[in-house]
């Protein structure tokens, strides 16, 4: 199967992510924690994407505005030199002016390109929101696949969402999702969710038993926990 591939469109005051898929039969636009995304076929004329762009910007712009307004206050500048999280180490946003490209950590910064004369904040913040979100995909993936044989069981696959107030979650049919904005914390207590959430696939609920399956495979999951709790509110963009 062909990886997804992305490129950036202008959208006339929000920039959308353009992922080519050989799975997509028609296009899907998503506003995910304010950040667009347009899903299309593979083979789909990027003017197509650009026409639906246009006659959907208003409901995008809604979307946006409804996610604006519904996360807490950011205490971001989203300016060069400030410090965002990434596995429990800080790492400096370097921002340049030119053609919109995805966020790379280089060199220790993480590199933003922003076009001139363009809403620059939000627009940053939405490109990190993205960075994150792959990250999360790469590396939760590889947790999982990493820990499942260790707890014993076979999720029926694995999702990443934007949640209010929880780190993960396991549906009823055995899926996994995690929340993006755990990429902010340190790794070991980025294991300790996914240990939970697979934990959940031996029993779904938080008894005992639960607590001691955990405990099997990270013996120090109450320190990881209590982290999380003192410090949730910092994990943030």
Not at 62 to 80: C, G, T, Y
Not at 83 to 111: I, W
Not at 184 to 209: G, K, Q, W
């Amino acid at each position: 199967m062909a990886v997804p591939k992305s490129e950036y469109r202008d959208g006339n005051g929000f920039i959308a992510e353009v992922i080519r898929t050989d799975r997509r039969k028609t296009a899907d636009i998503r506003v995910e924690d304010g950040a667009v995304s347009v899903l299309i076929p593979a083979t789909l004329p990027i003017e197509r994407v650009d026409a639906l762009l246009k006659a959907k910007r208003q409901w995008i712009k809604e979307k946006i505005v409804l996610h604006q307004q519904a996360r807490p206050v950011s205490q971001k500048q989203f300016v060069s030199g400030e410090a965002f999280s990434y596995l429990g180490r800080n790492y400096r946003l370097k921002v340049e002016k030119g053609a919109f490209r995805s966020v790379k950590l280089l060199n220790g910064r993480l590199l933003v390109t922003d076009p001139e004369g363009k809403d620059q904040p939000q627009m940053i913040r939405h490109a990190l929101v993205r960075w994150y979100r792959r990250q999360a995909d790469q590396k939760l993936k590889e947790k999982v696949k990493r820990f499942a044989p260790v707890v014993g069981v076979q999720p029926a696959g694995m999702d990443i969402k934007t949640f209010k107030s929880r780190w993960g979650s396991c549906t009823a049919k055995g899926r996994l999702e995690f929340n993006w904005r755990i990429m902010m914390a340190p790794n070991r207590c980025v294991d300790y969710v996914v240990v939970h959430e697979l934990c959940h696939l031996i029993r779904h609920d938080h008894s005992p038993e639960f607590w001691q399956a955990i405990a099997r495979i990270m013996p120090d999951y109450r320190q990881c926990r209590e982290w999380l709790r003192e410090n949730a509110l910092q994990l943030r963009v």
